[in-house]
């Protein structure tokens, strides 16, 4: 999930200005993500109290895939922003959702060596991802692939975390 967050948040603003947005319009396209994922943060990290992580954090990826592809779609300052909203709310909603769900499934007794294990292979998806956007563009003059393969990727997520179940302890065998 971190390379279908940091990679469109490194390469929001040149894909803006290449779409013709203004450079200044551009940083407050990033700024609204920002501000919006802190408002995911705490509306989505609240309502999971009551509903459970489990069923948030699938809605989450899927609310970061559809933007993706509208993403690629996106050509004037208004479909940037409608982007940023939407996209910033479920990055940010997912944050508090991926320790809850850790803590539900594995316990509170591993807790900091499984998400430290989880955070750093999300680190290394966050610092390929931008770098594949990068390279990708350099070769096509153009985002679209880089935005469809992370789009595509985070639809994986959903799908994958809307499946996810909690494993039985197994019995020794005696």
Known sequence: NYMATITPMIHI???ATDAGISPMVAAGIIATIGGFSILGRLILGAI??????KNLLPLTFI????MLFFLILSK???MFYIFAVIFGFAYGGSVPLIPAMT????????????????????VLGGA???????YIYDVTK???IAFLTIGILASVAAVLSYYLRR?????AIS
């Open 13 to 15: 603003v040149p894909y």
């Open 48 to 53: 999971s109290d009551r509903v459970g992580a």
């Open 63 to 66: 609310g970061e895939a559809v």
């Open 76 to 78: 004037d300052a208004m």
């Open 103 to 122: 803590a539900s499934y594995f316990g509170l007794g591993s807790m900091g060596a499984i998400f430290g294990t989880i955070s750093f292979a999300g």
């Open 128 to 134: 390929l991802g931008p770098f594949m956007a990068g």
């Open 142 to 144: 153009k985002y679209t």
């Open 167 to 171: 494993l039985e302890p197994r019995k």
